[in-house]
């Protein structure tokens, strides 16, 4: 693949936005458009980009990150936020909140449903992630 | 509670055996039926209760664990047990390898146990359990030498047509419980008309009669028993002469007092039994192999049992009842005699052997005496049982046409029955061996003798204990068959009347024939036979497999176009078919109520792009306008108050683009598959099909709602129990959680799966590259013909 | 306008089945992307479409909320053939690439020979 | 009460976080624990169901019919149950013979996340709920079934991928059709609000498409064609996997929702699926008559018992839908069975080709044994538990006078007995063609931890024979909770008074 180096650099201006604001739309998801799902994808879109303008393997060098078994921590942080409830409410996947009061930030909305949503933001990120770079590898291999 | 004792104990000891397969214990288990044999005789004949015991299995369906002794299962009971004795000693010397020893004992052993059960059972599922557990010990034992084709060949066949006479035979007794609301004989007793006054007795009846003839050998379904000669002698013996093929006779005695009296009953067993009485007899004389000669006298024998059986008169009982325990006692000695002739000579074909009485004398003597009695010849056993049939044949309450009939058949196929006796004898023992014949006899070892020699004794001393051995049992056995309290004296001779010139008619003949045996013999072999073995092989080994074939690659071609085209053929046909059935109404008056001009245009625009998808010139361009797709319904979705979906729809458009984009970027460039102008109007016709057919469902649903939605109650309850604004979020992550989780699991196994199918690739596909340039192999229309192409562990080599 | 959507969603689902019945791989692929958007379309379709307003809460009055349910399971059923699609096309090019074709119908091994 | 619900939805998932551990080895440990645990679990939920009634969990704590609800009811307890049992077996069984390289790409924790579906379509009370489980069923199932990519395994892969996706489709729009008509996806709520609906109406549509959906999954006569395509393709633990279980969670399904949901219009649709049980029976069977090939032959078979099954639903009676679930118990375990003796004579001889085995009653008798009862099982033979389901079968439909559809199972009957034995003939009696001796591993001995899993369901084969009634009274209770959903009714929706 051709990979200009204004593309390249594009991608990499873009990359902590786009992250920041695929956090901002998981957090954000209880009350507003978002959640877990929007914001892995938006965020893997950022991988993708990456992958487009690099190439799989300098974005594993660069990333060093294992989507394949990133997936399976999120998959158990889901399991985690539904045994939450099970624990202390006796029902599983029931949503539980705690939300202490910082000073001079605000009331912080944390709870089991915030887990849940970001155990799915982890596995979509690294799905989607993981497949788009076996794909581009197919793609590598065809260019040798 | 004994009775439990004496139909499980072999079943128990063949247990035993095969958790300890030793052959001195397999040479100890005669012990066990000669127990039940004496125990029986001595506290069973002539006792005036008759013993029961009874056990819960499954009382839901009417099945219990129950068991009784009257006359009939008495007489059968004895013969199980007391010529399994005799086997199992004689199997004891016959096998030469102990491991074929205690293989054979312990099938013989179960399936004594199973022949018990049939002939005490009282429940009629419990009967059937035992029946089909005899077809399976016999398959067993057919096949025992199974590296020889043949024998593999007998067993497959006498499986196959005992197994469906034992479906007809299911199906029979459960129309029975459906009739009578119970299975228990004993039950149905107190009530014999029960069957006969409900509508389904003629059915039931040709049910029961499928399973007794098959498994009895009735014509035309006898050809099985022949073929189970392959058996061990022994077995032979045993099961296909002296008791198994006798359960379907005895399935019919016992039935008896439930079906009979009716045209159906009285012609159906009187002919069919007559045309294999005749029919076996003859074809036994023309026969050249021991075995196949003794095989085919039993198919005849066992024609006349149930042909007497027709007219149920008492006469008929005691024919049955005496016929059965002579022929049991004289064949199973001759089958024994072969099993020595074999075992000394090598051989079994009659032209082969010859002058065998003085190396083997005392085979002879019991051959001798067990071929007179077969003939009926006085005094022997034969002899009284030859009379008692004469008599029921004589029966004077037969219609006309069988009371000529019967008295005729029974002649002739006697007289034949003589010839057999004789050629059997004198050929094997008596006739000079051929000069070419290279035969060194010798005669068998001691347990190979016990048997035949004891066999003869019964059948010489019986006649001579009449009064005080047989005619009490006889008079139980009637008793029970015809369920009316009988007393049966048996005679010798009884003066000079009907049926003792009949019997001197029939041995008459039957010298004659002897006499001019060999042009008789070569005579019926040039004659055509009506064989249906022929029948048997063409429908099981041509015309099904032929069929199957032929059916199963047309079904099953290969072609996933053609698959789809039925899933979506289906569809379509049920789908409007009950549409138009029931009709269901489709339109709810306000489908247009609302219409908007900006909304049908942009519709219209989701229209053009998916027929734009079908007209694309390349796979770049179709992708691209399925993409196009995608964003302009998530705008849609936007519009529609669905702002989350519209997000997502539109990031997982980008990402699928990608996907596709990476994935067939390095494909020849070109569609192809695409078929003659017929094929494509089918196909368009079968997408048009579906289309409408989800235009019409989503109308139906929306024009016949029967409840109002649980929805409301999402958006009232979405901030107290959910603590969020976002309604849909909530219902992902708290409502409905569960679905999100099995929906990510969805994800984590595509990653992987994507991840295994590119990276994971047997040895031979080196990867990012073509490996099947040339086009595959052609259709194949042959799906016996090997196709090594898909051989087991080459399959992934390329084509 | 639930004849606008129904006649949308029947004519997507008809390409779909068209493209499928195509014996080619990648349009097979194609028209399973168009049945999942049809698809869609006839679950958001169950909706009221007077109805516009986001199920978000205190944004709009309730009464004009649309219904939450449709699109939830509209996002589930999103994300699933999203996972599907990507394994399928994955499956699609292992397959031309053992076939050395686009042509569905010269795979038949598997079914024939014994 | 509660975790013990959860758990045969959590315990699979662990074994799919079980991907996580570098080692195979402990990998493999970790799998056949939680299979073990799995089965225990099921077991005890079967054992409470029959006990206490209907359990119900409501996931989240959000009432009914508002939330998910986790149902076990005498049917769901027998099928986790059984598919519990089934597990362990297999994973027993994948851990003697499912080579080193496949245990690489995450076989196990694909065969939890398989388990994790078909539990979670067992356990479901929720329409949409089960389409995920389906989905995620089937994801895995597709990723099994590929695993390896032998040009065979891609081939028929994409066959069953494409034609289950299709049914997928067609389920999902039943599900969103069933929102739109009775404005709830919960069944317990769906069958309270569909028994007041008259006959024919829009349900019987709705009947219809999911007869459809399932009848794909089921390999139903004409939708089966996926099934021969592809079932003998995969490593063989997989193959006795799916032909034990997968096909039976379309019948499962077919009980829950067109039996339960769908009563009234299931009653017009029954002269269909009779015709059509009827057809599955004997293509099926002919099918299996024209391979000669173990694994092809099998599988064929499995859609003719699926005939059987259906068989049961076009009667409609207490009594039948008691023989179908005596029959689906047996059913698994014979087919599991089987296929498990399939692949110890592929180990032993490496082949599956009938013509190229044989001499196996010689080599090794026990397995020879122990396909001698599964087969005769599976033929309908006494003391087995395949006699009592097919008597119950064929007691039902000669009960209600349906003559034609009794003598057809008879029939097919037969033809399964005769296929059984030319496996047995061909196998295990005729001895190994002379050709191919070098072919065979003479050396290769079964180990037991080969031969357990087998001798393990032939046991239950025999015990569910002998004891029947216990079975029975399991199966009726299944089948009376499903036909007349009650207590199923009332416990989901109101709660406190199923318990």
């Known amino acids: 693949m051709t990979r200009s180096v204004f593309f390249r650099f594009v991608v990499r201006v873009m990359l902590p936005v786009l992250f920041i604001f695929s956090l901002m739309l998981m957090l954000r998801g209880h009350n507003e458009a978002g959640g877990g799902f929007i914001g892995g994808l938006v965020a893997s879109s950022g991988v993708i980009l990456m992958t487009l303008a690099y190439g799989p393997d300098e974005v594993r060098q660069r990333l060093k990150i294992d989507f394949l078994r990133l997936m399976f921590f999120g998959l158990l942080i889901v399991i985690l936020a539904g045994l939450v409830g099970l624990i202390i409410e006796g029902e599983f996947l029931a949503a539980e909140w705690w939300k202490p009061v910082l000073q001079g930030i605000g009331q912080l909305e944390l709870g089991s449903p915030l887990l849940f949503d970001m155990g799915v933001y982890i596995i979509v990120l690294s799905v989607t992630s993981s497949i788009v770079m076996s794909m581009a590898d197919e793609g590598e291999r065809m260019d040798d | ?799 | 306008m639930l004849l606008a959507f129904a006649i949308t969603a029947g004519m997507m689902f008809a390409c779909g089945v068209y493209l499928m019945l195509r014996r080619s791989m990648v349009r097979l692929i194609i028209g399973l992307l168009l049945i999942s958007y049809s698809v869609n379309l006839i679950i958001f379709s169950m909706d009221d479409p007077n109805t516009r307003g986001a199920p978000i809460i205190d944004s709009v009055e309730e009464s004009a909320m649309s219904d939450p349910l449709p699109q939830a399971l509209i996002l589930t059923a999103i994300v699933i053939s999203f996972g599907v699609l990507a394994f399928t096309l994955a499956l699609g090019y292992r397959a031309t690439q053992v076939a050395g074709t686009d042509n569905i119908d010269t795979l038949q091994s598997t079914d024939r020979g014994t | 009460m509660q975790i013990l619900l959860v758990l045969p939805l959590i315990l699979p998932l662990l074994i799919g976080c079980s991907a996580l551990i570098r080692f195979r080895n402990i990998r493999q440990t970790v799998a056949l624990i939680c299979l073990f645990l799995n089965m225990l679990v099921c077991l005890l939920l079967l054992v409470e169901t029959h006990l206490y009634g209907v359990q119900v969990v409501q996931s989240g704590g959000v009432i009914a019919p508002y939330g998910i609800s986790l149902v076990v009811d005498s049917l769901t307890g027998v099928m986790l149950a059984i598919s519990g049992i089934i597990g362990f077996a297999v994973g027993i069984f994948s851990a003697a013979t499912i080579a080193a390289n496949h245990q690489r790409f995450a076989y196990y924790p694909l065969f939890g996340f398989l388990m994790m579906g078909i539990n979670f379509a067992f356990i479901t009370g929720d329409l949409f709920t089960l389409y995920v489980a389906f989905e995620v069923m089937l994801m895995a199932s597709f990723v099994l079934l590929t695993v390896g990519g032998e040009r065979s395994q891609i081939e028929g892969g994409l066959k069953y991928v494409t034609l289950n996706l299709i049914s997928s489709t067609i389920f999902l729009i039943a599900a969103g059709l069933t929102y739109a008509v009775a404005g709830t996806l919960n069944m317990a709520h769906l069958a309270a609000i569909m028994a007041e609906q008259p006959s024919p109406g829009i349900g019987t549509v709705l009947a219809a498409l999911f007869l459809i959906a399932f009848g794909i999954k089921a390999a139903m006569f004409p939708l089966f064609f996926w099934l021969p395509a592809s079932y003998h393709t995969p490593p063989i633990a997989v193959t006795a996997l799916f032909g034990g279980l997968l096909t039976k969670v379309g019948i499962y399904s077919m009980w829950r929702v067109l039996v339960m949901i769908f009563p009234q219009e299931l009653a017009y649709l029954q002269p269909l699926i009779l015709v059509l049980a009827a057809l599955t029976m004997i293509i099926g069977v002919l099918g299996a008559v024209a391979q000669t090939e173990f694994r092809r032959l099998l599988s064929f078979h499995i859609i003719s018992q699926i005939g059987y099954l259906l068989m049961a639903i076009g009667l409609l009676t207490v009594d039948s839908m008691t023989g179908a679930v005596f029959f689906m118990v047996h059913v698994i375990l014979a087919k599991t069975a089987l296929f498990f003796v399939s692949g110890l004579a592929y180990e032993l001889e490496g082949t599956y080709k009938l013509k190229k085995l044989g001499g196996l009653s010689k080599r090794a008798p026990g397995l020879a044994l122990l396909f001698l009862f599964a087969a005769f099982s599976l033929a309908g033979f006494p003391p087995f538990s395949g006699f009592w389901g097919k008597l119950l079968l064929i007691r039902s439909g000669l009960e209600i006078g349906q003559y034609v559809i009794v003598a057809i199972a008879l029939a097919v009957s037969l033809l399964t007995t005769y296929s059984m034995l030319k496996i047995w003939t061909e196998v295990f009696w005729k001895p190994l063609p002379k050709q191919d001796t070098e072919l065979a591993s003479p050396h290769k001995r079964l180990s037991p931890l080969m031969l357990a899993p087998v001798g393990v369901l032939v046991g239950l084969i025999i015990a569910i024979g002998v004891f029947a009634e216990p079975m029975y009274q399991l199966s009726e209770a299944a089948a009376v909770g499903v036909i007349s959903p009650v207590s199923y009714i009332e416990a989901v929706l109101l709660p406190g008074t199923g318990e």
């Open chain 2, 1 to 799: 509670m004994l009775l439990f004792g004496i139909v499980f104990a072999p079943a128990v000891a063949a247990l035993v055996l095969a958790l300890v397969p030793r052959s001195w214990l397999a040479r100890l288990t005669p012990i066990v039926p000669a127990a039940i044999f004496l125990w029986l005789a001595a506290t069973q004949v002539g006792a005036s209760e008759i013993a029961t015991a009874q056990l819960s299995w499954f009382p839901s369906l009417g099945v219990s664990l129950s068991f009784f002794m009257d006359g009939l299962g008495l007489l059968f009971a004895l013969i199980i047990s007391g010529i399994g004795t005799l086997v199992l000693i004689y199997a004891g010397g016959y096998f030469e390898k102990p491991a074929d020893l205690v293989r054979f004992t312990i099938y013989t052993l179960i399936f004594m146990t199973a022949m018990l059960g049939i002939v005490t059972s009282s429940n009629l599922v419990l009967l059937f359990v035992f029946w089909e557990i005899t077809s399976l010990t016999s398959y067993l034992l057919i096949g025992f030498n199974h590296e020889n084709a043949d024998a593999r060949e007998g067993a497959r066949r006498a499986l196959l047509i005992t197994a469906g006479g034992g479906l007809a035979l299911l199906a029979g007794v459960l129309l029975i419980g459906v009739a009578s609301g119970t299975f228990d004989f004993l039950t149905l007793l107190t009530n014999p008309n029960v069957l006969r006054e409900s509508g389904l007795y003629t059915p039931i009846a040709l049910l029961i009669f499928a399973g007794a003839f098959s498994k009895s050998a009735q014509w035309p379904l006898h050809f099985w028993l022949p073929g189970a000669m392959e058996a061990p002698t022994p077995a032979s013996t045993y099961l296909h002469s002296a008791t198994m093929v006798k359960a379907g006779v005895f399935l019919l005695a016992r039935i008896s007092p439930l079906l009979n009296g009716s045209d159906l009953w009285l012609y159906t067993l009187t002919i069919i039994g007559l045309i294999t009485f005749v029919y076996g007899a003859v074809i036994a004389l023309r026969q050249t192999d021991l075995k196949a000669i003794l095989a085919y006298s039993t198919v005849s024998w066992l024609g006349i049992l149930v042909a007497v059986q027709g007219a149920a008169s008492e006469y008929a009982a005691v024919a049955l009842a005496v016929g059965v325990l002579a022929h049991a006692l004289y064949k199973a000695a001759l089958f024994l005699m072969v099993g020595n002739v074999d075992h000394a000579t090598h051989t079994r074909l009659i032209d082969r052997i010859g002058g065998l009485a003085r190396p083997m004398p005392v085979t002879f003597a019991a051959a001798l005496v067990a071929a007179l009695s077969m003939a009926g010849i006085p005094p022997l056993l034969g002899f009284v049982s030859k009379e008692t049939l004469n008599a029921a044949a004589l029966y004077d309450g037969l219609p006309s046409l069988l009371a000529t009939l019967l008295p005729v058949g029974v002649v002739i196929g006697a007289a034949f029955t003589v010839t057999v006796a004789f050629r059997v004898v004198y050929d094997t023992f008596i006739k000079r061996a051929p000069a070419d014949s290279d035969l060194h006899p010798h005669e068998a070892n001691p347990a190979m003798l016990v048997g035949p020699a004891i066999l003869g004794m019964f059948s010489l001393g019986l006649p001579f204990l009449l009064a005080p051995v047989l005619d009490p049992l006889i008079s139980q056995t009637v008793t029970a068959i015809r369920q009316t309290p009988t007393s049966i004296h048996l005679h010798l001779f009884e003066g000079v009347n009907t049926p003792l010139i009949m019997s001197i008619i029939a041995v008459s003949v039957g010298v004659l024939l002897f006499i001019m045996r060999r042009p008789l013999i070569r005579l019926l072999q040039r004659m055509p036979e009506f064989d249906p073995t022929g029948i048997y092989q063409w429908l099981f080994f041509k015309a099904l497999p032929d069929f199957a074939n032929a059916l199963t690659i047309r079904l099953q071609n290969g072609r996933l176009h053609y698959y789809m085209m039925i899933v979506f053929a289906s569809f379509i046909t049920l789908i409007s078919g009950i549409i138009l059935l029931a009709r269901i109404s489709l339109l709810n008056g306000d489908v247009l109520a609302d219409f908007e001009w900006r909304i049908a245009v942009f519709c219209l625009f989701i229209i053009i792009g998916a027929v734009g998808t079908i007209f694309a010139p390349t796979r770049l361009s179709a992708i691209m306008i399925a993409g196009i797709e995608g964003s302009l319904l998530s705008l849609l979705f936007a519009i529609y108050g669905a702002p989350d979906l519209a997000f997502t729809q539109m990031m997982i458009e980008v990402v699928t683009l990608v996907l596709f984009v990476l994935a067939f970027h390095f494909l020849p460039d070109a569609f192809t598959g695409s078929k003659g102008r017929a094929a494509r109007a089918l196909d368009f016709a079968i997408a048009l099909g579906m289309g409408a057919m989800v235009t019409v469902l989503i109308l139906a649903a929306q024009a016949n709602p029967v409840a109002e939605p649980i929805s409301d109650w999402y958006i009232e309850n979405a901030e107290s129990l959910g603590q969020g604004h976002n309604v849909v979020n909530i219902l992902l992550v708290d409502f409905r959680g569960l679905d999100t989780m099995g929906e990510v699991t969805v994800l984590i196994v595509a990653a992987i799966g994507v991840t295994a199918l590119l990276r994971f690739r047997p040895s031979g596909q080196p990867r990012g590259q073509y490996y099947a340039k040339e086009a595959p192999a052609p259709l194949q229309t042959e799906l016996a013909s090997e196709n090594d192409d898909d051989d087991e562990g080459s399959e992934g080599k390329s084509s």
